[in-house]
Structures are given as structure tokens and as C-alpha cells.
């Protein structure tokens, strides 16, 4: 891939995420309540306080002079304190931010090892019972709730069986792997489920039509095994279009993860963003979503990159 490319694609991304930064900015200051309403309820805190509290956080001043201070201290790593637990905005999420990963990698794994054989499964024997069954369980992966089936997993393997813990990321007083691991299954399969779903389909998709080319029929026709047809001659081709959906869905995953954090109250970013969603932190929401979209943007080069890794004759100009 072309340098020169690289870094138009690295440039380009500072309007846009200047843009992103105004829309978050003005939608999340434009919606009905304000940080001072958590307090309003409470007959200790006075309007005297409150109004002290409003001007110490700024929100007295115009909108477009609370977006310039926030994004110029944005930029120059000042991301300014909580306003629930005044502490640095840093510190609450770089504390939150490796159970994210841990939870978001995993499930990236478990998506693709289990997507792309199933994909490949499914385009080999297609229109067969074993192509039906992935198919029905495809199109049930993409259609059903995340929340219901993370409920239905809870009820049944932390309530009746009694085999995985139903929240948290570790026992407490228990530090081993095996707990960590027993805490991380359930909330990595049910958010990976909805990915090997989708990408299951666009691999047998591709797969399907990779096989039907001439070069595929040719190694038939020489002889070759249909394990070495697929995994020598399709596999690399099929995987092409679906490197830049993964790519692009990484992103994705960790979104997804607010839900599952906070059925499972898992210690991550999506769990944070729920608590300070109902505490209207502005400085962590406008953190974590600004992170979520700088994270989106880094797929979308990284799906670049991929993709001319996969396929040489791609070249970005």
C-alpha cells in the first residue's frame, strides 16, 4: 500500500472526527436534562449549590464557547474530572478499559474461529441439511435479542445448573486464570454470537462464489482432493470480502459491549458508559463515544490494509 495513502487516509480522518466531535458535543448538551438535575432531588443540596456547581463546571457559558475549551483541552489530553466521582476522566477509563478488551478480544476469537468454518461448511455442502441447520442458526443469531439470550444463558447455567457465575469478572478473594475464565465465558459467547451469524453468511456467500470459478474448477478436474481445492485454491480469494467486514465489525464488538457489560456487570467501558449515561457525566460520555469513534475510524484504515494485504493486485493510489 502507498505511503502517500496512508497518510491522506491519516489526515483526513482529523476533520472528520472534529465533525463527529461537534455532533456528539451539541446532541448530548441539547438533550433534555442537565448534570445538576442528578442532584435536584436532593433536599440537602441547595439551589445556591447547584447554581455554584453550574458554574464551576462551565455550563453557564454558551455552547459554542463549552465546545471550544472541550475539544482544545480534548486535543492536548486534558479530559477533565468526573463529574460523579471527580476523578480524572483518564484514570476512570484507562481502569475500565483492559476488562473491555479482554471481554471484546475474546469474542472477536471465538467469532472467527467458529464463523469461517462454518462459513466454508455451509458453501461446501450447500443446499444440504448441514447448510440448512447453519443457515436457520444464522438468521436465529441475527434476529434474536442479545439481552433476552444473555438473560435465558444466566437463568440456565448460573440459576438452575449452577455451573458459571452469573456477574462480575472474579471472585472476590479468588485471583486464579480458571475463575477469570469462568467469569469471561458467557459474556464473550453471547457477544460473539451475533458475529459468527453475520459473518458466517458473508463467508458462505463468498465461498459459494469462489467456487464456482474456472480456476476451481480446473483444480478439480486435475485431480485434486476437495479439502485441498478449498483450503489451496478458495479459501485465500473467498477470504477477501470478508477480512473487511471483520475488520470493520471489531469496532462493532466493542459497542456491543454495553449491553453485555451491564447485563453481566462486567467492569468495562460499556458499563461505565451506562453509569455515567444515568449520572450525566459529560466529560466521560463525551470521552468514551469520541474513543468509540476514533476506534471505528482505525477499523476502517485497518480494513484497508487488510484488504490490500489479501488480495495483491489492490493498490491505494
Known amino acids: 500500500m502507498n505511503l502517500n495513502y496512508l497518510i491522506k487516509r491519516t489526515l483526513g480522518t482529523i476533520p472528520l472526527l472534529l465533525g463527529v466531535s461537534l455532533i456528539l458535543f451539541g446532541v448530548l448538551h441539547l438533550a433534555p436534562g442537565t448534570p445538576m438535575d442528578v442532584y435536584a432531588d436532593n433536599p440537602s443540596v441547595s439551589q445556591e449549590a447547584l447554581d455554584q456547581m453550574k458554574v464551576a463546571l462551565g455550563l453557564d457559558q454558551p455552547l459554542p464557547v463549552q465546545y471550544t475549551k472541550w475539544v482544545t483541552a480534548f486535543v492536548t489530553g486534558e479530559w477533565g474530572y468526573s463529574i460523579r466521582t471527580s476523578r480524572p476522566v483518564t484514570t476512570e477509563i484507562a481502569e475500565r478499559l483492559w476488562p473491555t478488551i479482554l471481554l471484546g478480544g475474546s469474542s472477536f476469537l471465538i467469532a472467527l474461529l467458529v464463523a469461517v468454518p462454518l462459513g466454508i461448511l455451509s458453501a461446501v455442502r450447500r443446499y444440504s441439511s448441514v ?11 441475527i434476529s434474536m435479542p442479545v439481552f433476552w439470550l444473555a438473560l435465558m444463558l444466566q437463568l440456565l447455567f448460573s440459576v438452575h445448573w449452577r455451573i458459571l457465575p452469573s456477574a462480575g469478572m472474579q471472585t472476590i478473594g479468588d485471583n486464579s486464570l480458571l475463575d477469570l475464565l469462568r467469569h469471561l465465558l458467557m459474556p464473550a459467547l ?5 458475529s459468527v451469524a453475520g459473518w458466517s453468511r458473508y463467508m458462505r456467500s463468498s465461498m459459494v462464489e469462489v467456487l464456482s470459478q474456472d480456476y476451481v474448477r480446473t483444480a478439480k478436474a486435475k485431480g485434486l482432493t476437495e479439502r485441498k481445492v478449498v483450503y489451496r485454491h478458495a479459501l485465500r480469494n473467498a477470504l477477501i470480502p470478508v477480512i473487511t467486514v471483520v475488520a470493520l465489525d471489531f469496532a462493532g464488538i466493542l ?4 449491553i453485555t457489560e451491564t447485563i453481566f456487570a462486567w467492569p468495562g467501558i460499556g458499563r461505565l458508559f451506562i453509569e455515567s449515561m444515568n449520572g450525566r457525566d459529560y466529560p466521560v460520555l463525551l470521552a468514551l463515544m469520541m474513543l468509540g469513534s476514533f476506534a471505528l475510524v482505525v477499523s476502517n484504515v485497518l480494513a484497508d490494509l487488510a484488504y490490500a494485504a489479501a488480495d495483491p493486485r489492490i493498490r491505494y493510489d
Do not use: E, Q, R, W
Request: aromatic content about 20%; charged content about 5%; glycine content about 16%.
Open 190 to 194: 453471547i457477544l460473539a454470537f451475533a
Open 131 to 141: 447448510d440448512y441447520g447453519i443457515t436457520f442458526m444464522s438468521f436465529l443469531g
Open 255 to 258: 459497542a456491543g459491549a454495553v
